[in-house]
C-alpha cells in the first residue's frame, strides 16, 4: 500500500532563502511606491491647478536625437525610456522566480500562476462584454489585467497592516506573473509597422548580450552602450522599447558561480532596482497619471462604455478572477490553506491586486492614441485603482490583529542570531535550508 503524500499547504511559512529574497524586493518597492503615490498626487494637483499649461508645456517637450529616430517628448521618454528600466527589473525578478522562486517547479508555480492568468482573463472578458454592450471600442481590453505592486505595498504601508509574508510573496509573484504578461500584451498587440533591420539588429544585440553572460564577460562598460543600443533599435523596429529591457533582465544570469558573492542578476537589481522603483516610475506617473478633473469627466468614466469597462475590470475583475483562480487551483492540487489564515483573506489580497496603475496606464495610451479618449481612461484607471485600494484596505484592516500575531510569530528572534525562531523549532527547521 502507496503512503498517501502530504497535501501541500497554500500561504504557509516561506523558506528562509526566499524570504530574505522577498523582504528585499518588497521593501525596495514599498518605499518606491510611496513615491510613486505622491508622484500622482503631483500630477492630478499640478494638472487641474492654474499652472496646467506648463504641465503640458513640460509633458509635451521634445528632445532628442532626430537622426537616430529618437525626437521624443518628456512623456514618451519616460514611458519608452524610463519604463524599460522598469521592465528589466521585471525581467530579473521573473527569471529569479523561474530558476530559485516560487515558479521553479510545476507544483509551486501552478497556484500563482493560474490564479495571476485568472486574474488577466476575468478583467479582459468583462472590459469587452462592458464596451461590446455599450457599443464602445474593443482595443482597451488589456488595460484592466496588469497588478501595480509598488502601488500595493504603499496602500499596505499606509493602512499599516502586517500582512504575513507568505501573502505578500504571492503578491509579488502575481505582480511578476502580470508583468509578463502585459510585456507579451505589448509586443504582440501593440507593433507598428515593423522595420525589420532594427528589429534584427536587437535580436543580434541580445544574442551578443547573451554570450556576454555565457561566458562570464563583467564589466559595465560592456552591458551599459550594449543595451542602450538595444533599446534604440527595438524602439525603431515598431516593437514598444519596453520589450528590450524585459528581454535583457531574462538573459542575465540569476544563479552564481563558485566564489561569486552574487549572480549578474541579483547585482544589476540590487543597483537599478531602487532607480527604479524611486526615480523611473514615479516620472512615469508624473506625466501619465496628470488627467483633468471635472463633473463632466468623471460623467464620462461611468457613462462611456470603454473608461466603464476599465474600472469594471479592475475592482469586479481581478477580485473575481485572482480569487476564483486561487479557490480553484487549491481544490485542483489537493492544497489547503494555512490554517491561521481564512479565504476572506484571500478576498482581500485580491481586491488589492486590482490597483492596475503604472502598466494599466502604458497600456491605455498605447491601446487608444487619441488624447480625448486616453484622458478619460487614464481617469477610470486612477477611479479603479483607488476604489480597488480603499476595499483593500476595509477588508485587509478588519483582520489586521490576525496578521499582526502572525508577523510577530514569524519576526522572533529571541537568540538574536538573525535567523527568525519559527525556523529552528521542530520542523519549521529545515525551512532554513529551504526544505
Given at each position: 500500500m502507496t503512503k498517501a503524500r502530504p497535501r501541500k499547504t497554500v500561504f504557509g511559512l516561506l523558506p528562509w532563502p526566499e524570504r530574505q529574497a522577498i523582504a528585499e524586493a518588497l521593501r525596495t518597492e514599498t518605499v518606491g511606491g510611496l513615491v510613486l503615490l505622491a508622484a500622482a498626487v503631483v500630477a492630478l494637483v499640478w494638472a487641474n491647478s492654474p499652472w496646467s499649461a506648463a504641465y503640458e508645456s513640460v509633458r509635451d517637450f521634445r528632445f532628442g536625437i532626430p537622426a537616430l529616430g529618437l525626437d521624443l517628448s518628456v512623456g514618451h521618454w519616460t514611458a519608452d525610456g524610463l519604463l524599460a528600466i522598469f521592465f528589466l527589473v521585471a525581467g530579473i525578478e521573473l527569471k529569479r522566480e523561474l530558476v530559485v522562486g516560487e515558479l521553479r517547479t510545476p507544483a509551486t508555480a501552478a497556484l500563482p500562476v493560474i490564479a495571476a492568468l485568472c486574474g488577466m482573463a476575468v478583467p479582459a472578458v468583462l472590459y469587452t462584454l462592458t464596451a461590446a454592450a455599450g457599443g464602445g471600442s474593443l482595443d482597451g481590453w488589456a488595460v484592466p489585467m496588469a497588478t501595480d505592486i509598488a502601488f500595493a505595498l504603499a496602500v499596505l504601508a499606509v493602512i499599516s497592516?502586517?500582512?504575513?509574508?507568505?501573502?505578500?510573496?504571492?503578491?509579488?509573484?502575481?505582480?511578476?506573473?502580470?508583468?509578463?504578461?502585459?510585456?507579451?500584451?505589448?509586443?504582440?498587440?501593440?507593433?507598428?509597422?515593423?522595420?525589420?533591420?532594427?528589429?534584427g539588429g536587437a535580436f543580434a544585440g541580445l544574442v551578443l548580450f547573451y554570450a556576454l553572460q555565457r561566458f562570464r564577460v563583467r564589466g559595465w562598460w560592456w552591458y551599459v552602450p550594449l543595451g542602450v543600443t538595444i533599446w534604440a533599435?527595438?524602439?525603431n523596429s515598431g516593437v514598444h522599447a519596453t520589450v528590450a529591457g524585459v528581454a535583457m533582465g531574462l538573459i542575465l544570469r540569476t544563479t552564481r558561480d563558485k566564489g561569486e558573492?552574487?549572480?549578474?542578476?541579483?547585482?544589476v537589481s540590487h543597483l537599478v532596482h531602487p532607480f527604479s522603483a524611486g526615480v523611473a516610475v514615479p516620472l512615469f506617473a508624473l506625466f501619465a497619471a496628470g488627467v483633468t478633473v471635472s463633473g463632466p469627466a468623471l460623467t464620462r468614466v461611468f457613462t462611456d462604455p470603454e473608461p466603464l469597462g476599465v474600472v469594471i475590470g479592475l475592482v469586479v475583475g481581478k477580485i473575481l478572477g485572482i480569487f476564483l483562480g486561487t479557490y480553484l487551483a487549491a481544490r485542483f492540487t489537493r492544497a489547503v490553506l494555512n490554517p491561521d489564515l481564512a479565504w476572506a483573506d484571500v478576498f482581500g489580497l485580491a481586491t488589492l491586486a486590482g490597483i492596475g496603475f503604472t502598466v494599466a496606464l502604458l497600456i491605455g495610451e498605447l491601446?487608444?492614441?487619441?488624447?480625448?479618449?486616453?484622458?478619460?481612461?487614464?481617469?477610470?484607471v486612477l477611479i479603479g485603482s483607488v476604489t480597488a485600494a480603499a476595499l483593500a484596505s476595509v477588508l485587509l484592516r478588519r483582520r489586521n490583529r490576525v496578521y499582526k500575531r502572525l508577523w510577530e510569530d514569524e519576526e522572533r528572534d529571541d537568540n538574536a542570531d538573525g535567523i527568525p525562531d519559527i525556523y529552528q523549532t521542530g520542523s519549521r527547521t529545515s525551512a532554513v535550508n529551504g526544505g
Open positions: 497592516t502586517h500582512l504575513p509574508a507568505a501573502l505578500r510573496a504571492f503578491l509579488l509573484t502575481l505582480a511578476v506573473v502580470d508583468d509578463l504578461g502585459a510585456i507579451l500584451i505589448i509586443a504582440i498587440f501593440f507593433t507598428s509597422d515593423l522595420n525589420f533591420w532594427a528589429l533599435l527595438m524602439y558573492a552574487a549572480s549578474p542578476g541579483a547585482r491601446a487608444f492614441p487619441d488624447p480625448a479618449t486616453a484622458e478619460y481612461i487614464k481617469a477610470a
